[in-house]
């Protein structure tokens, strides 16, 4: 009792507070829609103004902060369109980027809004317009006055695919703030965690441990997101004109990375003088910076966005275009995913990669997808290598493209591995959403 009432007081000065910078944090997302990292027309909705009439009926509210955690969720999403037909979804984010990759693979039906800020303000104009019977968050997203407000509305909360970082454990666990963290687990019906660590730390924080279960990583499921591409046509005549070249990707490569992978590229370059290197950066605009310095530097290089042609002469080819990445997966045989070669940064998904069979390759710095990287090479130790920059994965780059044998059997390897461990890892959610969430939404009302 002494730690919700303990809870209970911190929420309340926590709301105070947020009350209090209202207009600080909505003047700030006038700010980002300036810098354009909002919405341009859109960002009204991050401060719970809605652009779209809300369907009558039940509605059952997904919510992932960015494109990650998003696609993970959005094979549940069709299930839930599938199989409930009485209910309308809505899905929200709070990346620009996310929402446009993400609207064009949810079903039609599946309303998109962007999230709202956790202010009082925002949150409560968000709720009283569209009336959610449930609320499905994904990984992280743990925002007092969401949680709570949505409790006190009698939302039903859910938390899949859980996971927090050990920065995140930490704040959470402070003396002060502990108390409100017990508050808010105690609030969700169904918390699904990613791993075992997760699920002890989620305990840790005092969540019931009636409400945890496993399911798998979500993750896993991206391979269900199979769909024609509007560029598959382009795919197919960039893949003819891959054909016979040694190729290679960096994806979700972030600042500083990309040095990283222009210095393999020019050791690369002295042993395969054909040797093709594919760079996505994790953020588009990067892309731009990046080619034209190659292009200072002499380098053969194109540019996705902007239309240029890829040639037997080019060397580099830099792919700063949204929602493509899959698609580019299924171009190379070899990924080395990025966010990972740098101290501080913590890793990206690389069971995509894996998915399509290609050799995956990864930094040592992969954050929470140690456990996937474990669980992965317990199936096989060759389906996933983590290695240092510079000349280490130079070194192993050389032998892959040098072997067809060798490479051939880490790809073979990576794709089964994937396979085993996404086995049924949707359908275990949708059960356990179906068991705790979805079979408290009466057919019919509002």
């Known amino acids: 009792m002494g730690a919700t009432k303990g809870g209970e007081l911190v929420y309340i000065i926590y709301r105070a507070v947020t009350y209090g910078l209202t207009p600080f944090i909505n003047l700030h997302i006038r700010w980002r829609k300036f810098r354009r990292l909002e919405h341009p027309l859109r960002w009204p909705e ?48 709070t990346t620009a980027s996310a929402f446009e990759v993400l609207k064009t693979l949810l079903p039609s039906g599946v309303i998109c809004q962007f999230a709202p800020v956790d202010t009082p303000a925002a949150v409560n104009a968000f709720l009283a317009y569209w009336k959610p019977y449930a609320l499905i968050l994904v990984e992280s997203e743990l925002w007092p006055n969401l949680v709570l407000g949505a409790s006190a509305n009698g939302v039903v909360l859910a938390l899949v695919n859980a996971r ?23 609030k969700f019906s169904l918390i699904v965690p990613l791993s075992n660590i997760q699920a002890i730390q989620f305990q840790l924080l005092q969540a019931p441990p009636s409400i945890i279960n ?49 210095r393999v590229h020019r050791g690369l370059m002295q042993k395969h003088p054909n040797i093709l290197t594919i760079i996505v950066p994790r953020h588009p605009h990067l892309g731009q910076k990046i080619t ?52 501080g940064l913590t890793g990206h998904n690389f069971s995509e990669a894996a998915a399509a069979g290609c050799a995956v390759l990864t930094g040592q710095h992969v954050g929470h997808f140690s456990h996937m990287a474990m669980a992965m090479r317990q199936l096989n130790p060759l389906s996933v290598t983590q290695v240092g920059g510079g000349m280490e994965l130079e070194e192993i780059l050389d032998k892959l493209v040098s072997n067809p044998e060798m490479l051939e059997a880490r790809r073979l390897a990576a794709k089964e591995a994937f396979r085993a461990l996404s086995s049924g890892v949707v359908e275990n959610v949708w059960t356990l959403l179906q068991l705790h969430i979805f079979r408290k939404v009466p057919a019919g009302g509002c």
Not at 246 to 259: D, L, P, R, T
């Open 164 to 186: 927090m970082s050990i920065k995140s454990f930490n704040n959470w666990s402070r003396p002060v703030v502990r108390s409100l963290t017990s508050l808010m687990l105690s």
């Open 292 to 343: 034209l310095g190659l292009q200072k530097e002499g380098v053969n290089v194109a540019l996705r966005s902007y239309g240029d042609s890829l040639t037997s002469e080019t060397s580099i080819y830099v792919v700063d275009t949204l929602g493509e990445l899959r698609q580019f997966y299924g171009l190379t045989p070899i990924a080395v995913i990025g966010g990972s070669f740098l101290p």
């Open 214 to 262: 496993f399911s798998g990583d979500l993750k896993l499921g991206i391979e269900e997101l199979v769909r024609k591409s509007k560029n598959m046509r382009d795919m197919e005549d960039l893949q003819g004109k891959v054909t016979g070249r040694c190729v290679w990707m960096a994806s979700s490569i972030h600042k500083g990375e990309e040095e990283v992978m222009l």
């Open 46 to 93: 991050r401060l719970g103004r809605p652009s779209l009439p809300r369907p009558p009926g039940r509605l059952i509210w997904f919510h992932a902060v960015s494109l990650g955690e998003g696609m993970c969720v959005v094979p549940v999403i069709k299930r839930c369109v599938e199989r409930r037909s009485d209910v309308t979804v809505l899905m929200t984010t």
